[in-house]
Every structure is written in structure tokens, then in C-alpha cells.
């Protein structure tokens, strides 16, 4: 600002200069009420490994800390005075839908929906985060380091069993921002950003399998039962193989009385028609698997068969004879 004085105004050069250098104080004096310092310690990445299938839900938590104090003063002096803060987590690769936070599988179009939670340590009180919805502005600051009290924030991230059973197999990641603000309107801020990492390996289950009762033999004809069952494969293809093992010497096929042994034979559908196991034999490639639903939604995809031939019942001693089958699948 120039201000120019001529001579014959010369008797009001005091005064004039004392408002001048008034103003130029209360102009200066009004930034420095309005400095906040803002900052926020980074957050390692969460990389949960891989997921076993039947061990539950994945979770981990980093602590770190969020300072907020008036003025622009980011030390550790405990002569601060202290102002609360809110948090925003941006979903930086855009995998995230409306309200649910989701990681993306590495090579695309497959996603696993994560939930992620934030804790005030000072007051203890907890609250889902939604992406790039910001939180209200009460979380309990500190100073740099935060020396009254350690970390004064939580970050916690969830993924359930049963998103993990039904996704895909492969590597899951996505980028993530928590950004803190100081203020209401988020002029004050800072960010720290993390990746959320897991994997979830090759999965193949096999369910609804029940005992098959054949009944008394009649006399004549083969005794033949079947079950029908539950396939499930973490990949669309829906392939996987079959192998089957008796009870018998080498997992021959046998029901059993006494020591006296029958066999039978076992046949295996996944849909497209019924073909023969073998006992010790090569796994028979299969598919049809459900890749929707662990448990194929109550419905079934495969089913076994076996069968007793009628002449060995016929010369079989009179009795009950049982055996057990095992049936196992495994990924292609």
C-alpha cells in the first residue's frame, strides 16, 4: 500500500502515520489466528497374505498419529493448544463402489468388498468409514509425535471369510488415501496413502455328499446307488479333477463283513454323462463347478454312482456289508 502526503498537510502526518501502521497490524494480525497445523504419521501398507480356506476372516490395524493443534506450530513442546480432527479414505483406483471400499483383482474385473474402520484412542469411540465420505471433525489431536498419550488414531481393515471363499483365485490390491483435515470446511489437511494386498489361492470343495444305503438284494440284478452333490471352484471355468480310494488293499472299491470283501464300481457325473473311476487310478478331469456359491446355493452340479454286480451278491455270505468311499477334487 503507497500513501503519498503533500507539504500542506503536514501538521496531520502523526496521526495519519499512526493509523497507517494500525491497519498494517490488525491486517497482519488476522492470518496468524487463522494458521492451523495439521499433519498425520504414514500408514504402513496392509499386505493380510494369503487366505486358508476354513480360517475365518482377515483383519489388520496400524495406529498412527493425527496432529491438529492452533497455529502452525507442529512440535513436540506439550505447550500447544489443541484442536480436534476429522478423516476422508479415498479409494485411489476407483475399484470402490457406492458405500463399500473393494480391492481389485491384478488382473482386473474381479473385486473383493473390504470394510474399513477408524478409532479415536483417546475417547475409544470406533465408526465405519465410507469412501470419499468424510467423517465429522471430533477425533482427539495432539502435538507432533503425540507425547500426551501415544497414537490417538486406529485404522482397521476387515475382509470376511465369505468374500474371500467366493472371489476369485489370484492377487488382490488397491491404493488407498486417509487424509486428515482440522477443520469443518478440510482447508487444513495432510494424507498419508497405503496399499491393501491379499491373496486368495486355488479353491475347489466338494459338499452335500451323504451315505447311499443299496438296500437288501433281491435275489438278482445289480444293486446300484448314487448321490447327487456339490462342486465348487473359485475361477468362472469351473474345472477341477475327481480321484476316488476305497477302503480295500491299494483304495480298492470294497464293502466289508467279517473280512469277507465285495467289490464295486464307481462311476462320477459332472453333467455330462457318467464315466468310470478307477481305484489307484489317474484324477478324471471335470467341470460344471459352481464358481457363485460354496454350497452351489442349496443345488447340486455332480453326482456319484456305484455298483454291485449281481453275481457277486449272489455267491456273497449272508449279512450287512459296508465300505467306505472317499471322494477328492482338487484344482485345474
Known amino acids: 500500500m503507497i500513501f503519498r502526503i503533500s507539504h500542506n498537510s503536514e501538521p496531520d502526518r502523526g496521526p495519519r502515520r499512526g493509523w497507517v501502521l494500525a491497519c498494517l497490524l490488525l491486517v497482519g ?5 487463522a494458521q492451523a497445523g495439521v499433519a498425520v504419521t504414514p500408514l504402513a501398507n496392509y499386505d493380510l497374505g494369503s487366505w486358508s480356506p476354513g480360517s475365518g476372516n482377515l483383519s489388520a490395524s496400524r495406529d498412527f498419529c493425527a ?46 468388498d473390504i470394510e474399513v ?7 475409544n469411540f470406533e ?36 468374500s474371500l471363499a467366493a472371489a476369485r483365485a489370484g492377487s ?5 488415501t486417509l487424509e486428515i483435515n482440522g477443520s469443518s470446511n478440510g482447508s487444513d489437511t495432510d494424507a498419508t496413502s497405503f496399499l491393501i494386498r491379499v491373496d486368495v489361492p486355488d479353491l475347489v470343495r466338494i459338499s452335500n455328499l451323504n451315505d447311499i444305503a ?59 454323462g457318467w464315466r468310470s473311476l478307477t481305484a489307484g487310478g489317474a484324477p478324471l478331469a471335470a467341470g460344471n463347478a459352481s464358481s457363485a456359491s460354496m454350497d452351489c ?24 456289508y459296508a465300505g467306505r468311499l472317499t471322494l477328492t477334487v482338487a484344482p485345474i
Open 67 to 112: 496432529i491438529s493443534v492452533v497455529g502452525n506450530g507442529l512440535t513436540a513442546n506439550n505447550d500447544n493448544q489443541l484442536r480436534p480432527w476429522g478423516a476422508t479414505l479415498h479409494d485411489d483406483r476407483g475399484a470402490s463402489s457406492a458405500g463399500v471400499f473393494r480391492i481389485e483383482h491384478t488382473a482386473g474385473g474381479s473385486f473383493i
Open 29 to 33: 494480525l488476522f492470518p496468524a489466528l
Open 172 to 176: 488382490y490390491e488397491s491404493r488407498f
Open 214 to 272: 443299496l438296500g437288501f438284494f433281491p435275489g438278482s440284478g445289480d444293486m446300484i446307488g448314487s448321490d447327487a452333490l456339490c462342486v465348487y471352484r473359485n475361477d468362472p471355468a469351473g474345472a477341477y479333477t475327481v480321484e476316488a480310494a476305497g477302503q480295500g488293499a491299494g483304495n480298492a472299491f470294497v464293502v466289508a463283513q467279517n473280512g469277507t470283501e465285495l467289490p464295486f464300481a464307481v462311476d462320477y457325473s459332472d453333467g455330462n
Open 127 to 162: 465408526e465405519g468409514l465410507a469412501p470419499g465420505v468424510g467423517t465429522e471433525t471430533d477425533k482427539t489431536g495432539d502435538e507432533l509425535g503425540c507425547p500426551r498419550g501415544g497414537p490417538n488414531g486406529r485404522l482397521t481393515v476387515r475382509i470376511l471369510g465369505g
Open 297 to 320: 446355493g442349496g443345488a447340486t452340479n455332480a453326482s456319484v454312482r456305484v455298483r454291485i454286480q449281481s453275481e457277486t451278491l449272489s455267491n456273497a455270505a449272508p449279512g450287512s
Open 117 to 123: 474402520r477408524l478409532r479415536d484412542l483417546r475417547s
